[in-house]
């Protein structure tokens, strides 16, 4: 098959000063292609850098060394073609629902009747049809990360970066909200990086898991996942590719699985 290449990140490296001449390198000379439609997941311990690393791929962030293009352009700042979902919900608590969702369309200018129709579409996918009037403190963690999702994708985004949307999640809700997200790219294919610590989420999820160093994150291994959709997480392969990538990171694996 033949893959294209959308993104390309060129031996980046990123420190922060602490104090005087003391420096903390965050993510050390990494170099990563991602390709068009792939679900591509980035496996890492705590703190290594992860967000940093989506921050500098989404063009909030600039690194010291290195760069990041897209479609062979350079970035130097924010892109209207990538939507982010961030760690910690984004919502805003007094907009409802359709509100928050139809948020990016909006401040474009975009007809109202043509940004309610996507926003609508998007929170249908993501199961969260009867509550468009519905404002956040009214919904639990998982529907809060629901709408999250829906407003990244009625942005319209040709690469969606997620960055650990799960974490703050109970288990159940976890492996539900991960089903949902592997049905809703098998309908709408499209450009994934998705950031986790947690190896079964990786492997249900991608088709390539991109497993990162301690801090500063470099590249340690990359997986290839040929396993079809929906994941069976008991299946020989899932158990043994888990296996596997737990052997070479010090990440534990959920006993519950
Ligand atoms: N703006 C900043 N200034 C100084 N240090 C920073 C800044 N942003 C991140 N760091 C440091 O960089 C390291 C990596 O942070 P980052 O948020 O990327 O980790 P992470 O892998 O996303 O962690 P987690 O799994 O907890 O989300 C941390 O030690 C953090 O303190
Ligand atoms: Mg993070």
Redesign the pocket.
Known sequence: MDKKLRLRINEISKS???KKKDY?K?IDSLSLDIFDNEFLVIL????????????IIAGL?TPDVGFVELDGVKIDGPNPDMGMVF?KTGVFPWLTVMENVELGPRFKGEAKSERRERAQKYINLVGLQGFESHRPPQLSGGMKQRVGIARAYTNNPEILIM??PF?ALDAQTRYSMEEEISNIWSIEKRTVIF?T?NIEEALALGDRIVLLTE?P?RVKEIYEVNMPRPRDLMSEEFLLLRQKISENTDLSIDSEV
């Open positions: 922060y000063k602490l903390h965050v890492g311990p705590g703190h290594c850098g992860k967000t940093v690393l989506l921050n962030e760690q960055d650990e974490g950031v610590n801090c994150a």
